[in-house]
């Protein structure tokens, strides 16, 4: 089973970022996905959750209208568009599955933003 996320990197404020989580090793059309961020000296934090049939849903009110979660069952893949980012965006950006019980997560990767 693995995660993996990709697309991050240092943008400008204002900027888009397209972040990808790469999933295998399970049947990822029968799973819900998250994405989480962690900022420095800071607790990992919800950001989005997908449903299996596609239905979003976003907890952080900092985020909402700016990122949008989205996955493509047929590649396997699940997405976080960012748009008009914030240098308090900055994090690492996770993906997460909860495999009936077991939890599984990406590595992360990096979003910088900053002029």
């Known amino acids: 089973v693995q995660l993996v996320e990709s697309g991050g990197g240092l943008v400008q404020p204002g900027g888009s970022l397209r972040l990808s989580c790469a999933a295998s090793?399970?049947?990822?059309?029968?799973?819900?996905m998250r994405w989480y961020r962690q900022a420095p000296g800071k607790e990992r934090e919800l950001l989005a959750i997908?449903?299996?049939?596609?239905?979003?849903?976003y907890f952080r009110d900092s985020v909402k209208g700016r990122f949008t979660i989205s996955r493509d069952n047929a590649e396997n893949t699940v997405y976080l568009q960012m748009n008009n980012l914030k240098p308090e965006d900055t994090a690492v950006y996770y993906c997460?599955?909860?495999?009936?019980?077991?939890?599984?997560w990406g590595q992360g990767t990096q979003v910088t933003v900053s002029s």
């Open positions: 997460y599955a909860n495999l009936g019980g077991t939890s599984k």
């Open positions: 090793g399970f049947t990822f059309s029968n799973y819900a």
């Open positions: 997908i449903s299996v049939s596609g239905i979003s849903s």
